[in-house]
């Protein structure tokens, strides 16, 4: 817990890491300064792009004594302002799963790498982000705790799968590598109320450790401070959860 | 989240950006996440010309009901075009 008489220092900046297949894309990375160790995290930015938003989860994290690290799953779409990037992407159906978990393992292999890691290495997304976690956290070995806020087309219907998500992440939870905490709103669409319950009775089923928060009053990102979708109270009741969880298991 | 609605379609034509006027060759129409109409989903209209970048964009971003207006809208002129002999 932070105190008023502590030093704080922090290094954000903008690295280059090996990503899906080897290829090189960029991230956003933050960490205290100071000799550590710390904690790792990765966090997946949503449909709407490498945005502000994520720089400043990503300082939020950095200041919370995580290194920090959101990688640009869109950086194959050219470079641009975040929004017309993420249009690009969106227009395109999103990026191919298998793509996206491959930099999310670099991104997790690139934490790994540094003398200063403690060891621990979870994974925070939001909206597709959340999705994406959750699937990394599958399909990957490696990560120690996972955050899915609001994760929609985690449960998706046959005739929804597209080749670049062919396959629903549901069907991958018994693969499920560490504990998942998962944050949603009661009036979100996306995942709704009746996916969110048809994915907790799957994690029951496969024995995994979970935490599930369901907030009232609460719709798709409600953590968007910069949206109308923002809700003050649950906001700040889901990022203590958030950061209890996750000393929980990385601290 | 993401509805990962989106179409795409090749056009010819000029968009007005933030650069100045661009050949647009393309248009992607999704009903999805906005940037900036205060809504959860909208639809999402880019002219774009992806061989000078994804900055070569003309975005709306609408509410269902405008949507529908527009697209009536456009039937409707081109009808009268038709009947006034100028297609």
């Given amino acids: 817990m932070y105190t008023t008489n502590m030093y704080e220092g922090m290094l954000a900046e903008t690295v280059m890491i090996h990503g899906y297949q080897g290829d090189v894309i960029n991230a956003y990375f933050a960490r205290p300064l100071g000799p550590g160790p710390f904690p790792g995290i990765v966090l997946v930015h949503h449909l709407p792009g490498w945005d502000e938003w994520y720089r400043e989860v990503t300082l939020k994290f950095g200041h919370h004594g995580y290194a920090a690290i959101s990688p640009n799953l869109y950086c194959r779409e050219g470079h641009g302002t975040p929004e017309d990037v993420a249009a690009k992407a969106r227009a395109a159906g999103g990026v191919p799963d298998d793509q996206a978990v491959g930099d999310l393992n670099g991104a997790m292999q690139f934490l790994r790498s540094l003398p200063y890691i403690n060891d621990k290495v979870g994974i925070f997304g939001t909206c597709s982000g959340g999705r994406h976690a959750f699937l990394a956290a599958c399909r990957v070995k490696g990560f120690d705790a996972v955050v899915d806020c609001w994760g929609g087309r985690v449960v998706v219907a046959n005739e929804d799968l597209t080749p670049k998500q062919p396959v629903a992440p549901i069907e991958y939870t018994r693969d499920l590598s560490c504990p998942l905490l998962g944050i949603f709103g009661e009036e979100d669409r996306s995942p709704t109320p009746e996916q969110v319950t048809q994915h907790e009775q799957e994690l029951k089923k496969q024995g995994k450790t979970y935490e599930f928060h369901r907030y009232p009053g609460a719709g798709h990102g409600f953590f968007y401070h910069n949206r109308p979708s923002y809700r003050q109270e649950q906001a700040v009741d889901g990022w203590n959860k958030v950061f209890a969880f996750l000393e929980k298991y990385l601290i | ?87």
Wanted: net charge negative.
């Fill in chain 2, 1 to 87: 989240m993401c509805t990962m609605i989106s179409k795409t379609v090749k056009i010819g034509g000029s968009g007005k950006g933030t650069a100045g006027w661009f050949t647009v060759n393309q248009v992607n129409v999704s009903y999805d996440h906005p940037f900036h109409v205060p809504l959860e989903h909208a639809l999402n209209i880019d002219f774009v010309n992806e061989a000078l970048g994804p900055g070569a964009r003309v975005a709306v971003e609408l509410n269902p009901e405008s949507a529908n207006a527009l697209v009536e809208t456009i039937q409707a002129v081109l009808k009268q075009a038709e009947v006034g002999g100028y297609l």
